[in-house]
């Protein structure tokens, strides 16, 4: 019983807990830095008919164009060089090395290249997720069984429909998976980014806030930014229940959402 | 008919089919028996115009094989289904991917499953399966291009006993129905003796063929009871055991 309404219900859940422990802290601490959650919704709602949305809204824009240059970019490159082993043979050390750089620390350069505006901010985001998008695209292509590749070919197929019958659909999960990953980075690199020189953004009013010591304006940003990351997952578990029915009873979830 | 022609297969450097002759007629059954590693599974992917001969050359109905063939039917032994695909998805693959208009495919492949008895299963992806129904949608597969020649890699070897003579039945009454010529790969010996009408045995230290027996039993269920059965599933073995020393 209890079992099968966690399962049902589990952002539900979640929510009430985080909001139970906040308000814990609230009156341990008996500090204004952890204030009363339920003022700070009532704040929240507030500001949401005020700029708050116009706020959420840039960051999101930002975050979602982003992701979709590093998904065109990452994902192209990395089906081609899990296609094409000679060229992963030059790139893939490369790829290795850079992997792990911290990319944010390039900030600078960015900002000298790409100016102060969003064109920076865009950037730094994308040149961070763009790598765990291409090698997670690169190694589930490389994974695939031969005879898979046989299975296909034996119909007939052209270069086209492996792709559209046999590899789009192998990668799918994984780069579902590998976006579910890079949109948390993508929002805390976002955080960072919207630090300077701009008026709006998530980021931008959250520090704002800090600075005017107003820490109720500044959890409700809190929360704003927490609900855009919970929408952005919510809509990626869409679409891997719609996209990938089939990778998930293969990992025996449930396919009810 | 199918001609091969002085056939030599590589993988990488190693040769694994050497200077390969061989005939088999058209509307014919023929297994090709052999232990691990003795080439068999090349030798089908070659007839399946997945893999290119070294040299030497494989002729079907007077023409070379370069590529893929459209009337030829392969089944693979790990079944060769996609996982992102529901049982029909799957079964229509083949027809989808020559352009057959969407209504026509649909007469077809209900038809062909419910012949196979898995039209009920047919929302169903392939990790729901049991082996034997995969093996189902495999051969609903290759048979919806209507094909003349079916080509079967270890098409059974990874079911359980009872679900592999199921589909060894299967495979007689569809040859009864439509005399498609028939080539299956097997380590089994008593499946090579129920499929094939001719049993080629291959060696595996030559690379080559150390035997081709005829086998006039094929065609009824029933055989694989018969002391017929047994003395031909005898003499292939003792020639297998020939091969190895």
């Given amino acids: 019983m209890i079992k099968s309404i966690l399962l049902n219900y589990k952002t539900v859940y979640a929510t009430i807990f985080v909001i139970l422990c906040w308000y814990l802290f609230h009156v341990i601490i008996q500090s204004n830095i952890i ?12 500001l949401l008919q005020d700029d708050l949305l116009l706020h959420v809204g840039v960051s999101f824009l930002r975050i979602a164009v982003s992701v ?3 998904v065109i970019l990452g994902g192209s490159l990395g089906l081609f060089l899990g296609l094409h082993e000679k060229y992963d043979l030059y790139f893939g050390p490369v790829i290795y090395l850079l992997y792990p750089l911290p990319k944010i620390a390039f900030l600078p350069v960015f900002m000298i290249l790409f100016g102060l505006g969003n064109t920076s901010k865009i950037a730094l985001i994308t040149i961070i997720i763009l790598f765990q998008i291409l090698v997670t695209t690169r190694d589930s292509v490389k994974g695939l069984s031969k005879e898979l590749f046989y299975s296909i070919s034996s119909l007939g197929a052209n270069k086209r429909q492996v792709y559209q019958h046999l590899v789009l659909p192998a990668v799918m999960p994984k780069l579902l998976t590998a976006l ?13 980014a919207e630090n300077y020189a701009t008026t709006y953004g998530i980021g931008y009013f959250i520090m704002d806030s800090w600075i005017r010591v107003d820490y109720v304006e500044m959890f409700a940003g809190i929360i704003a930014i927490s609900l855009l990351g919970l929408l952005v997952f919510k809509a990626i578990d869409l679409l891997e229940a719609k996209l990938c029915k089939w990778a998930l009873l293969e990992k025996g979830e449930n396919t009810n959402f | 008919m199918i001609e091969i022609n002085d056939l030599v297969m590589k993988y990488s450097d190693n040769i694994i089919l050497n200077k390969i002759n061989l005939q088999i007629d058209a509307h014919e059954t023929c297994a090709i028996i052999g232990p691990s590693g003795c080439g068999k599974s090349t030798l089908l992917y070659g007839l399946a115009g997945i893999v290119k001969p ?3 050359s494989i002729t079907i ?9 459209k009337e030829t039917g392969v089944i693979l032994q790990t079944y060769g289904l996609m996982p992102w695909k529901t049982v029909w998805e799957n ?4 027809l989808s991917i020559r352009g057959v208009k969407k209504n026509s495919i649909e007469e077809k492949i209900s038809i062909i499953l419910k012949q ?5 299963l047919r929302d169903q992806y392939p990790v729901q399966l049991s082996g034997g129904q995969r093996q189902r949608v495999a051969i609903a597969r290759a048979l919806s291009i209507e094909p003349d020649l079916l080509l079967m890699d270890e098409p059974f070897s990874s079911l359980d006993a009872i679900a592999r003579e199921e589909l060894q039945n299967v495979v007689v009454d569809l040859y009864n129905q439509k005399a498609m010529t028939t080539i299956i790969v097997t380590h ?8 094939g009408q001719k049993i080629i045995i291959m060696d595996p230290t030559t690379g080559n063929i150390k035997k081709t027996l005829d086998n006039h039993h094929f065609g009824d269920h029933a055989f694989r009871n018969t002391t017929d059965f047994h003395k031909t599933c005898v003499e292939v073995r003792k020639l297998m055991e020939v091969t190895s020393t």
């Fill in chain 2, 91 to 94: 079964a229509s693959l083949g």
């Fill in chain 2, 188 to 195: 089994s010996i008593e499946e090579a003796v129920f499929l």
């Fill in chain 2, 54 to 56: 070294a040299s030497g």
């Fill in chain 1, 180 to 192: 579910r990953i890079s949109v948390g980075t993508s929002i805390s690199v976002l955080f960072f």
């Fill in chain 2, 116 to 120: 196979l008895h898995i039209y009920d």
């Fill in chain 1, 35 to 46: 204030p009363n959650p339920f003022e700070t919704i009532l704040v929240f709602f507030q």
């Fill in chain 1, 68 to 70: 979709l240059v590093a």
């Fill in chain 2, 61 to 69: 109905d007077n023409s070379i094989v370069v590529g893929n063939r």
